[in-house]
């Protein structure tokens, strides 16, 4: 089954920024949608973010404005930029995609990073 690892995550302070990067291990030229997705405690998971082969790109209210998701097939990644970060953006962040057409996530859930916003 297709793994992904995600990373860079980690504490950092209201205001303060981290890149998140997540690898997979097969490629992700027919992978339609890559996302990035998020769990707090007590709650479900939730997009983040996303972006298409086209390049084109979606964000969750909360993250407009803060947030840019970036992809490079050739290195089997995608990436988020996490700016202007707050409390309420603690949570696990996990990646992952859809090919097209297809219901279902394409590779098995990772472990996902940390992003612990505090003071």
């Known amino acids: 089954q297709v793994q992904v690892v995600e990373s860079g995550g980690g504490l950092v302070l209201p205001g303060g920024s981290l890149t998140l990067s997540c690898t997979v291990s097969?490629?992700?030229?027919?992978?339609?949608?890559m996302g990035w997705y998020r769990q707090a405690p007590g709650k479900q998971r939730e997009l983040v973010a996303g972006?298409?082969?086209?390049?084109?790109?979606k964000y969750e209210d909360f993250g407009k404005g803060r947030f840019t998701i970036s992809r490079d097939n050739a290195k089997r990644a995608v990436y988020l930029q996490m700016n202007s970060l707050e409390p309420d953006d603690t949570a696990v962040y996990y990646c992952?995609?859809?090919?097209?057409?297809?219901?279902?996530?394409?590779?098995?859930w990772g472990q996902g990073t940390q992003v612990t916003v505090s003071a």
């Open positions: 972006i298409n082969n086209a390049m084109t790109t």
């Open positions: 992952n995609g859809r090919k097209a057409f297809r219901p279902e996530f394409f590779a098995a």
């Open positions: 097969a490629s992700i030229y027919d992978v339609y949608f």
